[in-house]
């Protein structure tokens, strides 16, 4: 059964239509990847898919157990999050607050985080400062705050804004892992090389649906052909 089904949607604000004829399904262990150029309703997209922005049309169907509060949100970096005043283990415990009404955390909220920094390889910073980490560092601890808060499904907004090419390549290669492991995978970007042989399908955001199809249909498209027409013409 599909964890999220969107049929015909429309989404907007203030009864003004943003992303319009959106058709997508995405199912247990895929990796979708959402691309688009800035101001081409990615955004606004994923607000709908986090139930934050309500269908001016169409639906947003949740399946197999899944909830709003079942998705790990790593959303665009910010200055303040580069500057956040917390050590590494406070800052990943803190996705536990999504799983919970209680104020409080648990024993089993303290070693889900510590399994979570384990398996991503960051257990050994988490008496560190969050702020005093690189940049490749820090997007690490935040995808694993949005893994500990649901290990079903994370959606990822332009995770490696900012980031040096090294550490872009080692956070991608981080995500296709958490991705063959069995966690469901859904990454807005608007950077082409982005795209890893692991995503099985992709959606081209224009406002309204360019493409939407494996990534082999997508790369032999007009376009993605268009699209990097574009990029090489303007180089």
Not at 89 to 113: I, N, Q, T, W
Not at 120 to 134: A, N
Not at 191 to 201: G, M, P, Q, S, V
Request: aromatic share 6%.
């Amino acid at each position: 059964m599909a964890l999220i089904k969107c049929e015909n949607v429309a989404l907007g604000y203030g009864g003004r239509v943003a992303v319009s004829g959106v058709d997508l399904t995405v199912n247990a262990g895929d990796y979708l990847f959402i691309i688009g150029e800035n101001g081409g309703g990615k955004s606004t997209l994923v607000k709908g898919l986090l139930g934050l922005v309500r269908p001016i049309s169409g639906k947003i169907e949740y399946g197999d157990g899944l909830t709003r509060r079942g998705i790990g949100y790593l959303p665009q970096k910010t200055d303040v999050q580069r500057d956040f005043p917390a050590s590494v283990h406070e800052v990943v415990l803190s996705g536990c607050a999504a799983r919970s009404r209680s104020p409080f955390y648990s024993r089993a909220d303290k070693m889900r985080a510590h399994e979570t920094m384990r398996r991503l390889g960051i257990h050994e910073l988490e008496r560190r400062s969050y702020r005093e980490l690189s940049g490749g560092q820090q997007q690490r601890v935040l995808l694993a705050r949005a893994l500990t808060a649901a290990e079903t499904l994370l959606l990822l907004d332009e995770p490696a804004t900012g980031l040096d090419p090294a550490a872009m390549t080692e956070l991608y290669a981080t995500i296709a892992e958490l991705n063959r492991s069995g966690v469901t995978v859904i990454m807005v970007s608007h950077d082409t090389n982005a795209l890893c042989a692991e995503a099985k399908t992709v959606l081209h955001m224009r406002k309204t649906p360019l493409f939407y199809g494996t990534l082999d249909e997508y790369l032999r498209s007009d376009v993605y052909g268009a699209l990097k027409g574009g990029i090489n013409g303007n180089a």
